[in-house]
């Protein structure tokens, strides 16, 4: 190394004119001292005259000589980078900032590194973690923010530049290198992104978590159809193998997480979360809901019979806790819309999964002892009357218009029979309809009166046998005698009544 004043900046000429510049123009700029200019360089020729070797400043200290050639390849521009004419490969300055390696020596090195990691012992690979980590921890915090930054930057950029099957292969050795660790590895490396998380501020993790979304959904948005549809099967393989506990610290990192959110950041999630399934619903086919809808009901079903009692106590307190907060207005429009969903599910059903459903719920209210029947009709008959005592009159009257116009449309989209249960048709002159909107049979009417009027008196016999006396011969039966109904008592047609007076 030189003294303080004894660097240079030089430049290489062109001899001749080529595609890149005219005769006399730089290609090449750089800084040294002592024969740097006048050395073979790696990968820059050197011109053949020694005339084309042009020193531009001399008798620069260091720092001055590295501004010069980075101000200087700034200016004439690098032709990897389609910005000028130079052949050099970096920025200038200390160090190789900005130069670009081709694909050649990025496979290079890449191999040479996983070749080196290869052959590391176990022992070695700990110690080799143990000085990255003791060198971060040395760091000050705005050295810190200010590497993680220009990591984050430089990545994103690479990232960008990444196709889909690159993409893939980059998330598939990921995937290796993970499943290439063992337990204890896994947890440090657990341990370590928790601690990292733990320094970090809210403001901080709300950025990261609006970053990734927004990465997210932009990388979910240039994905096909059968790529999606991949990608939730393998979310849903992984969700399977996850255990209980898992899935429970899961649930409280997510709950901790929204419960840092400020009231409007809370809203607008749930606003977008909203949006997202909305349109997903709406890009499904028929099938597909249809498959939707049992899957997500075999998940809760599955997820509450998983539950403990406390756990399904505390579940149900967090429901009513969470209602009891909600206005007038997004109640009713959250009945609304969970009557359209129910309405929309209940038509896409078949009659075979209607019936299904109906048996389902048959035998769940079977299921049920006799006191939780009892609890279950107070509670619904209880939370029925505060609904109506809430009311005023005219939603009252307007509540009961709603009910007759439903029943009425229940009736009309209700085929209409062409006969009554004793085959009489129901035409124009046969037919009669009450105040409410309901068809009677004229003759059955008629008959129904009829008999209410005239009762049938029914001939009852008595089954009779003669006597015979002991001083006389056989006497010669009488004709039994008829015993008639009183005209209130009701004696069914083709049946034999018991007597009312037996004979002496």
């Known amino acids: 190394m030189g003294s303080a004043a004894e660097f240079y900046v030089y430049a290489y000429l062109r001899a001749d004119t080529s595609k890149h510049g005219a005769t006399g123009t730089p290609y090449y700029i750089g800084k040294g001292h002592g024969r740097r200019a006048f050395k073979m360089h790696d990968a820059i020729p050197m011109p053949k005259l020694r005339t084309n070797i042009v020193v531009l400043a001399s008798r620069m200290n260091e720092p001055d000589a590295h501004q010069l050639e980075v101000l200087l390849i700034h200016l004439y521009g690098r032709i990897d980078l389609g910005t000028g004419c130079l052949r050099n490969l970096t920025d200038g300055g200390e160090g190789v900032h900005g130069r670009v390696a081709s694909d050649g020596e990025r496979a290079a090195i890449s191999k040479r590194g996983r070749a080196l990691w290869a052959s590391l012992t176990q022992e070695q690979r700990c110690k080799w973690r143990d000085a990255i980590r003791l060198g971060w921890e040395r760091r000050t915090q705005e050295q810190d923010r200010e590497y993680r930054g220009r990591v984050s930057r430089h990545r994103l950029e690479w990232h960008a530049g990444l196709t889909v099957d690159e993409r893939c292969a980059w998330r598939q050795s990921l995937k290796r290198g993970w499943e290439s660790l063992t337990g204890h590895e896994r947890e440090k490396w657990r341990e370590a992104l928790k601690s990292g998380h733990a320094r970090r501020s809210d403001q901080q993790r709300r950025e990261l978590s609006e970053r990734t979304s927004a990465a997210n959904r932009a990388r979910w948005a240039r994905l096909t159809a059968e790529q999606r549809r991949k990608h939730s099967e393998a979310q849903r393989a992984g969700w399977a193998k996850r255990t209980q506990d898992q899935e429970r610290k899961y649930a409280d990192a997510r709950k901790r997480l929204y419960a840092s959110r400020t009231e409007a950041e809370k809203e607008e999630f749930r606003r977008r979360v909203s949006r997202a399934s909305r349109r997903s619903w709406a890009s499904c086919t028929d099938e597909r809901r249809r498959e939707r809808g049992r899957a997500t009901s075999r998940a809760k079903k599955a997820w509450y019979a998983s539950r403990t009692d406390d756990e399904r106590r505390a579940f149900s307190e967090s429901i009513k806790a969470w209602h009891i907060h909600l206005s007038d207005a997004q109640r009713a429009r959250r009945s609304e819309n969970l009557s359209q969903v129910a309405q929309r599910q209940w038509a896409n059903y078949t009659k075979a999964e209607k019936q299904s459903w109906l048996q389902a719920r048959k035998c769940g209210w079977e299921s049920l002892s006799d006191d939780q029947k009892q609890l279950w009709r107070d509670r619904v008959g209880n939370a029925h009357r505060a609904q109506i005592a809430a009311l005023d009159e005219d939603q009252r009257q307007k509540r009961n218009n709603q009910l007759h116009e439903s029943l009425l449309a229940r009736w009309a989209r209700t085929p209409k ?88």
């Open 417 to 504: 029979k062409t006969h009554c249960p004793h085959g009489h048709p129901f035409d124009e002159a046969n037919t009669y309809v009450d105040p409410q909107g309901r068809r009677h049979c004229k003759a059955c009417r008629k008959m129904s009166k009829k008999r209410s009027r005239h009762p049938r008196i029914v001939p009852l016999q008595v089954n009779w046998t003669p006597t015979a006396h002991p001083d006389q011969s056989l006497v010669a039966p009488s004709p039994p005698p008829l015993v008639t109904a009183s005209p209130t008592a009701r004696v069914a047609v083709g049946r034999t009544a018991a007597p009312s007076a037996v004979p002496e």
